[in-house]
């Protein structure tokens, strides 16, 4: 109970709005104002963007950036980068859909959205207790891109040894 992903999914609209009604240099209370919310409340929202902005994901092999910089989903902790995933052609497939959904920046519930899958059924897939079907998958590699089944295919071509030494 309370674990992660638990809980009401954020007010993309609101956030949003957020972020624009800050950029304009608009201080906390009005900015809480115009979003129907108290002063606290828009502050949490705003910090909450920063932090997420903020968050960088770091490869377990090479240490280099695995998700682009900013889109780091909330939901994932050890990943590889594309590039070391491309080195390792015996990773199993829940590591491979963790690292492209990390390289993609989408969380579970984003891609899950985009392929047409069930939060849950992605949890499963990503621990290793599913395997999708042939339909499924290729909605995901359409998505993900080829790296997901074809290792060294679809990701960023070798890197050299100074970039990563993995």
Do not use: H, K
Request: hydrophobic share 35%.
């Amino acid at each position: 109970m309370g674990g992660l992903g638990s809980g009401r999914l954020p007010d993309e609209a609101r956030r949003r709005e957020a972020v624009r009604l800050r950029a304009q240099g608009l201080p906390l209370t009005e900015i809480g104002r115009r979003l129907g919310v108290s002063r606290q409340r828009a502050g949490q929202i705003i910090r909450a963007i920063e932090r997420e902005r903020s968050r960088t994901l770091a490869c377990g092999v090479c240490g280099g950036p695995a998700a682009p910089a900013g889109a780091a989903p909330a939901d994932l902790r050890d990943v590889v980068c594309l590039t070391c995933l491309a080195r390792r052609p015996e990773a199993p497939f829940a590591e491979r859909l963790q690292s492209c959904r990390a390289a993609a920046g989408l969380t579970r519930q984003e891609l899950a959205r985009r392929v047409g899958l069930g939060v849950a059924t992605l949890q499963g897939y990503e621990g290793g207790t599913r395997r999708p079907q042939w339909e499924q998958l290729t909605r995901l590699v359409g998505v993900l891109g080829l790296a997901l089944v074809a290792p060294g295919i679809g990701g960023p071509p070798p890197a050299e040894p100074e970039s990563c030494p993995a």
